[in-house]
């Protein structure tokens, strides 16, 4: 199948900041595809040029044949749109916030109920319906603004984080509806800062870090990256700036950073800086509870390449 999304040379600056820095991709009909980058790196600028929310500084980009320059009213009808930023009016039911949005996209009568009420079976709260978004955990109102994202059948769905900040079930939910969506056609771009939901879902990857993207491929792909490594996890407290440079410049150790909780460490040869790595850190007053090795994945390929770890 061809591609649905091209993106080429997409850059926006605010100011003197480059906040997305000319970055080029494609997306197959059919695909899931994932941006994958911390805080920061330019995933909802991406998402909002293609959506036609803000103007590129360069660049262009095409959905379903169509530029995002020259023919934005067909882009949006091609486009459903997740933001990041929830928008429901709270004093409204769940049924009542769809229809909204559904006669914002042009449904009405029959048609539109039948789209409220698919949309609410999506997210699962067909039973709830009736009651006011403000009485919703964050949880179920995230899962009712994806639901109002696809009401009107959209090619394409970009979706900006969308489990930021909910409960697991809500997010399982969720991980859940975008796997039902792509079953059923639809193609979707999703951003996250989440390794775990992009290696879930997504069929390819791009990694993003500062306005660029840095990699991308499908997750073997990005695993090879980092090929023939392991990475090392230490549940440790008190790692001084101190020790992380010791720990930085120690043989053996590729890449080394902070992550939850402890230390993430990128190393070819495990078996022999592990006993090192605890006699350092142990040196220098730190409490290692803790050390994990385990087979590479987007976090380390991540470290690996910015020095980084994705979750500070
Ligand atoms: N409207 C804006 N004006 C100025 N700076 C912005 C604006 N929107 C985003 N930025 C900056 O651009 C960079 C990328 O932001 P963003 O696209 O929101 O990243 P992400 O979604 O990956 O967290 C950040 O440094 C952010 O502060
Ligand atoms: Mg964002």
């Known amino acids: 199948m061809g591609d649905i999304v091209t993106v080429d040379g997409l850059a926006k600056r605010f100011g003197d900041l480059v906040a997305v820095d000319h970055v080029s991709f494609s997306i197959a009909e059919g695909e899931i595809f994932g941006l994958l980058g911390p805080n920061g790196a330019g995933k909802t600028t991406t998402i909002s040029m293609i959506s036609c929310l803000i103007d590129p500084t360069e660049g262009d980009a095409s959905v379903a044949g169509s530029s995002i320059r020259s023919e934005p009213l067909a882009v949006k009808r091609a486009l459903g749109v997740v933001p990041q930023e929830i928008a429901l009016y709270p004093t409204l039911s769940a ?4 229809a909204f949005w559904g006669r914002m ?7 539109l109920k039948h789209a409220v009420d698919d949309a609410l079976e999506l997210a699962g709260l ?6 006011r978004v403000e009485e919703y955990s964050g949880g179920m109102k995230r899962r009712i603004n994806i639901a109002a994202g696809v009401l009107h059948k959209p090619q394409v769905l970009l979706m900006d984080e969308p489990t930021v900040g909910i409960d697991p079930q809500s997010r399982n939910h969720i991980l859940e509806t975008v796997k039902e ?12 800062h989440y390794m775990e939901e992009v290696e879930f ?3 390819r990857i791009a990694i993003m870090d500062h306005g660029r993207i840095i990699a991308m491929g499908t997750l073997n792909e990005l695993r090879d990256v980092v090929g023939g490594m392991d990475v090392i996890t230490v549940s440790v407290e008190n790692v001084s ?3 992380l440079e010791q720990v930085r410049a120690s043989e053996g150790i590729t890449k080394a950073d902070r992550s939850d909780g402890g230390l993430t460490v990128l190393t070819a040869s495990s078996g022999s800086v592990l ?5 350092t850190l142990e040196s220098e007053g730190a409490h290692v509870t803790s050390v994990t090795v385990a087979e590479p994945d987007l976090e380390s390929v991540f470290l690996h390449l910015t020095g980084k770890s994705l979750r500070d």
């Open 126 to 131: 067909a039973d709830r319906a009736k009651e």
């Open 201 to 203: 879902l997504c069929d």
């Open 105 to 111: 996209y042009g449904l009405s009568g029959a048609e």
């Open 181 to 192: 969506l792509n079953e059923a056609g639809v193609t979707v771009l999703y951003t996250s």
């Open 275 to 279: 006993g090192k790595l605890v006699a």
């Open 241 to 243: 700036d101190d020790v």
């Open 95 to 98: 049924a009542e916030n769809l």
